[in-house]
């Protein structure tokens, strides 16, 4: 089967979702449930969790203003070691022990992501900030990365960019997953979180929100149901279905079976965002 009847699925992994063995360990179950199904896997983490720890030991203090995180040199350096180092190789073993082939690597590896310096921001009545080390996507290796799904391996990527100049950025996963999926025309995105999916109301897991359209989620954050960083994570995630990405959903890695639920179409776990 060639490479573009064979659906690809792109996964972003918070941190907060690899901090234990039994985390990665569901993790790496669903990834291999979708590769069993012939589905080629990209996977995209972060590591905020493990990155704020890791600046507490080396005497540094984790600065973050309206969610976004400052990232000075010395930062850099932090970020580069837990998310390449520690949060990336751990997650490679627990796949590789669930028998998937994965490829640890970073957005500076054969320039996957490439990235600017994020110019400073107007922060209202905090002024304007420069964030620092913190770069904005420009463009996405993807005939890279096609060589290593070709090659059978599933790619986890940690969350860097890199510019012409091999200057080194730290990236919003987010912002880079959503980079990813455009550029390779995902058939799917799945967006990895604690709470699984969205709820109507966030304290009964029965209020599950089994899929919504962008008008759905319009009318819902002008409820006040929806709030917070979800709303950006919604609207940034409708946009990309007007760009070729397939499907998006948001689904709990934790949960058994979750993965390939949302890839075929199942309600019976997280959220599906659809066209309507």
Not at 65 to 84: H, N, P, S
Not at 115 to 130: L, S, T, W
């Given at each position: 089967m060639s490479a573009k009847q064979v659906k690809t699925a792109v996964i972003k992994v918070g941190g907060d979702m690899l901090a234990t063995d039994e985390d990665r360990q569901a993790l790496a179950q669903n990834v291999s449930d979708l590769i069993h199904a012939g589905w080629r896997c990209v996977i995209l983490h972060g590591g905020g969790p493990q990155l704020n720890h890791l600046q507490t030991v080396y005497g540094l203090t984790p600065n973050k203003?309206?969610?976004?995180?400052?990232?000075?040199?010395?930062?850099?350096?932090?970020?580069?070691?837990?998310?390449?180092?520690?949060?990336?190789?751990?997650?490679?073993?627990?796949?590789?022990?669930?028998?998937?082939?994965?490829?640890g690597c970073h957005g500076a590896s054969g320039q996957l992501i490439q990235?600017?310096?994020?110019?400073?921001?107007?922060?209202?009545?905090?002024?304007?900030?420069?964030l620092g080390e913190v770069g904005d996507v420009t463009g996405v290796n993807v005939r890279a990365i096609e060589c290593l799904l070709d090659g059978g391996f599933v790619p986890v990527i940690a969350s860097l960019g890199m510019n012409p100049q091999g200057r080194v950025f730290n990236i919003n996963a987010d912002t880079t997953v959503a980079a990813i999926a455009r550029a390779m025309q995902a058939d799917l995105l799945l967006l990895s979180t604690r709470v699984g999916g969205v709820f109507a109301d966030i304290n009964d897991p029965n209020s599950r929100i089994k899929s919504m359209t962008a008008a759905d989620a319009e009318s819902l954050i002008q409820q006040g149901v929806i709030t917070d960083g979800m709303i950006p994570k919604l609207r940034e995630s409708f946009a990309l279905l007007d760009h070729g990405v397939g499907t998006i959903a948001i689904g709990n890695a934790a949960s058994e079976g979750a993965f390939l639920a949302l890839a075929t179409g199942s309600d019976r776990a997280g959220t599906r965002l659809i066209t309507g």
């Open positions: 203003v309206e969610g976004r995180r400052v990232t000075g040199a010395a930062d850099l350096l932090v970020v580069k070691q837990a998310l390449c180092g520690e949060v990336n190789v751990d997650l490679v073993s627990s796949l590789a022990a669930a028998g998937v082939s994965a490829f990235a600017e310096k994020r110019p400073p921001m107007d922060f209202g009545a905090r002024g304007v900030i420069d």
